[in-house]
């Protein structure tokens, strides 16, 4: 079992900056796919940015130069700073791991706002 605890969300300008963090439990977090995903109401969830146990990243176009997600491998967390916020970054944030023996996991989201 993994457990994924999010937090950072919040309420923001536009152009402001926050950051996430996802804290996992577990001793397989290094080995594992950490990505962030969000859900606007009525849209699909969409993955943001992913990265690797190498440390291979990926992000959203629409975040790229925006975003940056990074991990801790000795704390267990991924993170995800988002700079230059727009009312379009509103959603739910939820933290996800993946791992070839474990399986797939979900956080409990966190709500960020983008609003003036």
């Known amino acids: 079992q993994v457990q994924l605890v999010e937090s950072g969300g919040g309420l923001v300008q536009p152009g402001g900056s926050l950051e996430l963090s996802c804290a996992a439990s577990?001793?397989?977090?290094?080995?594992?796919?950490m990505a962030w995903y969000r859900q606007a109401p009525g849209k699909q969830r969409e993955l943001v940015a992913a990265?690797?146990?190498?440390?291979?990243?990926n992000y959203a176009d629409s975040v790229k130069g925006r975003f940056t997600i990074s991990r801790d491998n000795a704390k267990n967390t991924v993170f995800l700073q988002m700079n230059s916020l727009k009312p379009d970054d509103t959603a739910v944030y939820y933290c996800?791991?993946?791992?070839?023996?474990?399986?797939?996991?979900w956080g409990q989201g966190t709500q960020v706002t983008v609003s003036s």
């Open positions: 996800h791991s993946h791992n070839v023996v474990v399986g797939d996991y």
């Open positions: 577990g001793s397989i977090f290094s080995l594992s796919v």
């Open positions: 990265i690797s146990s190498g440390g291979n990243i």
